[in-house]
DNA sequence: TGATACACCTGATGA
DNA sequence: ATCATCAGGTGTATC
């Protein structure tokens, strides 16, 4: 089916195979922000790695003293599923996403100083949401794609019409990650190797609650908490 | 106690605790010296490594085909412990100091052309000591500090009387690396990670004798083996 | 072989 | 001055 709306869905970025705004999508009101960072020459160069300033990580994503990494997956504006690696690194004492990232931001085309966002699901904060943004761009979109000169690309976020708040549906016709699992999962590490082990996130299985103080304050220069409230982003979901 | 040759020891690189020869010498006759290597740019500049040239590093600091590095640790010429992370890099198929040697460079002021000394306690060579001494200064100063302009700088070895040699003692009172171990010890690594596992190089532990076959030859053109006989090197040492 | 992954390391920086 | 943080690196293993 086609996009209906075709100033705002028509995109050359997923050609053959354009998302579809009557196909599930996540109202704005169903995400919760969790934080957003501007990407460092370092988070989108050859490190292959985004560094979760800490304050963040620990609040989000906490890896509840495990060693290992875990897999997180998120869901993004397209409903495709990313699944990053994600674990703390004693050396630098840091967090970071590793595995999958360097494609993520290579499908993104993400630069130095674009924003990358996290959300979550508000009812069911096991599913987990990336966006992005370009550097300069608002962070409540009122153009239909607020980046970079050339009105072909994609934002990780949009600003879309209220009416679109009806659809809802399915979207399993979104088969991109290989290695993929369930949106919004962590997938524990055995200690160091490679993750193996399922754990679900603000769901189940882990000693963290579903606990979303999403009006803290920004306290980090190169991060900051999303703390506005019911904003006009859209992601579309999948499952 | 204050120094009593105040031409050979006042300085102001540790003014706040300056070494006592009447404390803990260790005796010219009882370090063995291994060898030493004049300091490459990249020696001590932004790649914080040593190269220890292979010859040297394999008759003397012998992995014993241990993949994971070791911690060695060194004792200068204030008896300060050093402690370097020892590895072989399969991609240059060298043998480096890695970690702490960077702090070393700079504590030392070390340049490019300058050369460091390796050397051990004849009777316990598992007590292994490091030095240096400046470009162009003589092997075995004849001056007090056959250094860079400037007398007030240290050098890591310096030439000294015969009647300092009848002093023995501790020299407990050098608190310096927080992450020491034992002086000439060596901490194997488990694998890639942080070194956990102690390794007693030249003492026990590993099957590595105390040989020291010092009369070989230099046969690199960037080290050379010391053979000479005895030196009027001095360092000082704790433990 | 080249790209990626991964754990480790360090210096700069600001609180 | 000390300390935590993190941006920017490393070597090595894997694919």
């Not at 931001?105 to 990358?116: N, P, Q, R, S, Y």
Request: glycine share 10%.
């Amino acid at each position: 089916m086609e996009p209906t709306q075709s100033s705002l869905w028509s995109s050359n970025f997923y050609p053959e195979k354009p998302p579809n705004p009557n196909e599930n999508p996540v109202f704005d009101g169903e995400r919760e922000p969790m934080f957003e960072k501007p990407l460092t020459p370092s988070d989108v160069g050859k490190l292959n790695r985004l560094v979760i300033p800490k304050q963040h990580a620990e609040k989000y994503f906490p890896l509840g003293g495990d060693s290992g990494g875990l897999l997180m997956s998120f869901e993004d504006e397209w409903g495709k599923c990313w699944s990053f690696r994600y674990s703390y690194w004693n050396s630098s004492q840091s967090y970071v996403l590793t595995k999958g990232w360097s494609r993520y931001v290579k499908e993104k085309k993400l630069d130095a100083g674009d924003i990358v966002l996290f959300q979550r699901h508000r009812r069911d904060c096991s599913r987990l949401f990336i966006g992005w943004r370009r550097r300069g761009a608002p962070e409540v979109a009122e153009t239909e794609c607020g980046g970079k000169a050339g009105g072909d690309e994609r934002c990780g976020l949009y600003h879309v019409h209220p009416y679109l708040g009806h659809i809802q549906g399915l979207g399993a016709n979104v088969p991109y990650q290989p290695d993929r699992l369930h949106a919004g999962s962590m997938i524990q590490n055995g200690g160091g190797g490679k993750p193996n082990r399922l754990l679900r996130l603000f769901g189940v299985d882990v000693d963290v609650e579903c606990h979303l103080d999403v009006s803290q304050p920004s306290t980090s220069e190169s991060s900051s908490a999303l703390s506005q409230g019911p904003t006009t982003h859209l992601f579309y979901s999948q499952s």
